[in-house]
């Protein structure tokens, strides 16, 4: 069965700080390569950052120098290190795999507010 379990949000304070995990099972396998996604009210679904299979990175822009996506293939988890959090950082966040782009987990919710 495959599945894309994600954990580690919560409430959070301007300026701090999360991880995410997303745990993969089934015939997901996270050395081929994952991204993590976020949705705001109202707003698209918007990808956060990537990891190929051959380890490089990318990220969106609004978030380069404050989040880290890495992964561990022996645990099949990736994980979304987020520092310097900023209200509009506010969102569900979502792991996704490249080999099996139209499946989704339930997400994280991830609030940042004073």
């Known amino acids: 069965q495959v599945q894309l379990v994600e954990s580690g949000g919560g409430l959070v304070q301007p300026g701090g700080s999360l991880r995410l995990s997303c745990a993969a099972s089934?015939?997901?396998?996270?050395?081929?390569?994952m991204g993590w996604y976020r949705q705001a009210p109202g707003k698209q679904r918007e990808l956060v950052a990537r990891i190929t299979g051959g380890g490089s990175t990318n990220y969106a822009d609004s978030v380069k120098g404050r989040f880290t996506i890495s992964r561990d293939n022996a645990k099949n988890t990736i994980y979304l290190q987020m520092n310097s959090l900023q209200p509009e950082d506010t969102a569900v966040y979502y792991c996704n795999a490249a080999a099996l782009p139209t499946y989704w987990g339930q997400g994280t919710q991830v609030t940042v507010s004073s």
């Open positions: 089934g015939s997901i396998f996270v050395r081929y390569g």
